[in-house]
């Protein structure tokens, strides 16, 4: 670990005086050779911690200690961006500051330094103390499962009800994981188990703790935050339920105390959890892992939680790229399609709906794998999270990330099956403008699709035949108020899928050419 993000025994050249009179009268102790003496100090269950950003709130200390066990006392130094914070037990003190030898604690994005304190207890002048002690005071009532009687107007806290969070992602323009909130939620405890799926064409997912305590820090401090900078905003509530069942390790549910649980097959573990909803089909199938411990930090105030591009941190919950967010991939490697029915054309009206394809290279010894190249690497992930495991003609396609940088054009003459093209110059790239409303509307392959761009006198009966013509079944229909845009609802994600690739940009006469997407409604 290097600079001031180190954590651990050794003794910072500011530890303060404990017994001054006042917060402000307190002084730094320390010479080198003062500090060299220091440096052997034993563990306390008073911790000191310094380099805070400057606006930091009580709250947001005292979070760094919650998942470890009862904070009993806290003093802010704000002048001096420190502060100490006194746990129950010296073994809850020791536990924290080992876990946060190898996770770098951060508060706001900083970095912050965490030792041992060489005093055993904390002492404070409440008067001067007042608002840090009516937070702890909230906090300890809900450690206690007792209602908090400090002003309630510093924070209203009631007994958690349950260990179980039910979490939902919005804005999700890029893919989370499985992983990622791992991640960001085990700063507040324990994650045991998680489970996610889609529900009404949104990513969800129900995260279960050690202790409601820990659910409740990681509601107050998580809710409305953004993972990835303006977007993949949480919302968090408690879930009814208190126990989550959970059948498989996979990239879409995992019990963390049941390491031998059998991974299934993604078919079998959407069924599993079709007592949640809508199972899920539309994550990534990202493997575990990255070593990228201190990518995703807390940050309060509306920035996102992790610095990270969202591409980067995607890529490195994969345990694909290097952290930098430099050298993703816009290539795509799609496989076990259908031979006898895919196209390049159609390859690119389906990822298309999530990036701008600019070629797609069918392979010659092996037809039922493609080269798909998007124009950057968060393109890239977005299609592979939302495409990978969907069935596309008939079979499960897969989606991962190609070694290639980009997909080369056959020699002039040498492409006589027609099997690579170049979609660089296409009037069909969604993504093209800066801004665009599309960036708004990507979501999930989902069974029902929005249309948009419907020439007047077309009417309902000529869409649900046009749909059926594409071997699906037409469940519901809708047209909106203009009748320029309408929802229609196939009997299947797969049916929905067919009809994307066959009647986007559909010439309906009069240059109206039919606009096709998935859509987050239900009719």
Known sequence: MDGDVAVGVKRGSDELNMYGSSPNSMTANGSDSKKQRLDESPPSRVLHIRKLPSEVSETEVIALGLPFGKVTNILMLKGK?????????????ITMVNYYTAVTPQVRNTPVFIQYSNHKELKTDSALNQRAQAVLQAVSAVQDGSSPSSDPGVLDLAPPPSPVLRII??????????????????????????????????????L?????????????????????????????????????????NNDKSRDYTRPDLPTGD?????????????????????????????????????GAISPLSAAAAAAAAAGRVALSGSGVSGVLLASNLNEEMVT???????????GDVQRVKILYNKKDSALIQLSDGNQAQLAMSHLNGQKVFGKVMRVTLSKHQTVALPREGLDDQLLTKDFSGSPLHRFKKPGSKNFQNIFPPSATLHLSNIRDGVGEEDLRLLFSNS??????????????????????VEEAIQALMDLHNYDMGGNHHLKVSFSKSTI
Do not use: W
């Open 81 to 93: 961006n420190q502060a100490f914070l006194e746990l129950g037990t010296e073994e809850a003190a």
């Open 169 to 206: 992602i919005d804005n999700m323009f890029y893919p989370v994981t499985l992983d990622v909130l791992q991640q960001i939620f085990s700063k507040f405890g324990t994650v045991m188990k998680i489970i996610t799926f889609t529900k009404n064409n949104q990513f969800q997912a129900l």
């Open 344 to 354: 390049p054309q159609s390859l690119f009206t389906l990822f298309g709906v999530y």
């Open 266 to 302: 993604g078919e079998s573990t959407n069924k599993d959890h079709s007592l949640l909803g809508t199972p899920s089909g539309a994550l990534a199938s990202y493997s575990s892992g990255g070593g990228y411990s201190s990518s995703l930090s807390l940050s309060q105030g509306g």
């Open 208 to 248: 279960q703790f050690s202790d409601p305590v820990n659910a409740q820090q990681a509601k107050l401090s998580l809710d409305g935050q953004n993972i990835y900078n303006s977007c993949c905003t949480l919302r968090i509530d408690f879930s009814k339920l208190v126990n989550l069942n959970v059948k498989y």
């Open 471 to 492: 071997g699906g079944t037409v469940k519901a229909f809708k047209f909106f108020q203009d009748r320029k845009m309408a929802l229609i609802q196939m009997s299947s």
